[in-house]
């Protein structure tokens, strides 16, 4: 009970960044979210009703090298999961991806969830960069509105 939506937002995910085919990219998995949990706890975050996941997102801190690294494509992103040490204070945070399920879209969800991730992780780490794969536009438009919101430079890894 209470998870109806979660294999409808797994699926969501294979479709849209089709991880499963695509070894470069983050698949979430218990590994991954071990690593993820590793780095800071707030780096998947999720909005719930009573038949469970309706948005979810995902951000990365970690530092400017591995940064500049991976938006100049000398890295993969699951690399920059792997290379990201722990432990450490970062000053870049990767916007790795959010999902919302269609009837639930054009509300905010999927920004207010990455608000909240960047302020708890800027508690601890003093975020200086923002940094997004540009998937399609909805997630550019994201991209810039939360880099507004934090009148940070915004850097992005082309498709």
């Known amino acids: 009970m209470g998870n109806d939506n979660l294999e409808r937002m797994i699926q969501l995910a294979d479709e849209f960044f089709e991880t499963k085919s695509d070894s470069s990219q983050i698949s979430i998995d218990v590994k991954t979210i071990a ?3 590793n780095i800071h706890p707030s780096t998947m975050t999720e909005r719930r009703t009573g038949k469970g996941p309706i948005a979810w997102a995902m951000v990365i801190p970690t530092t400017h090298d591995i940064m500049r690294r991976f938006v100049s494509k000398q890295i993969t992103e ?3 999961l792997l290379l990201t040490p722990g432990g450490r204070k970062y000053d870049s945070l990767y916007l790795c991806s959010a999902l919302v399920l269609p009837e639930f879209r054009k509300k905010g969800y999927a920004k207010r969830l990455i608000v909240r991730a960047v302020k708890d992780i800027r508690k601890d780490h003093p975020i200086e960069h923002l940094f ?4 399609s536009a909805v997630g550019a438009k994201l991209a810039r509105a939360i880099a507004k919101e934090f009148r940070l430079p915004l850097h992005r890894r082309k498709p």
Request: proline share 0%; no cysteine.
């Open 132 to 135: 997004y794969w540009g998937f």
């Open 78 to 80: 699951y690399e920059l």
């Open 35 to 37: 690593l993820l949990k």
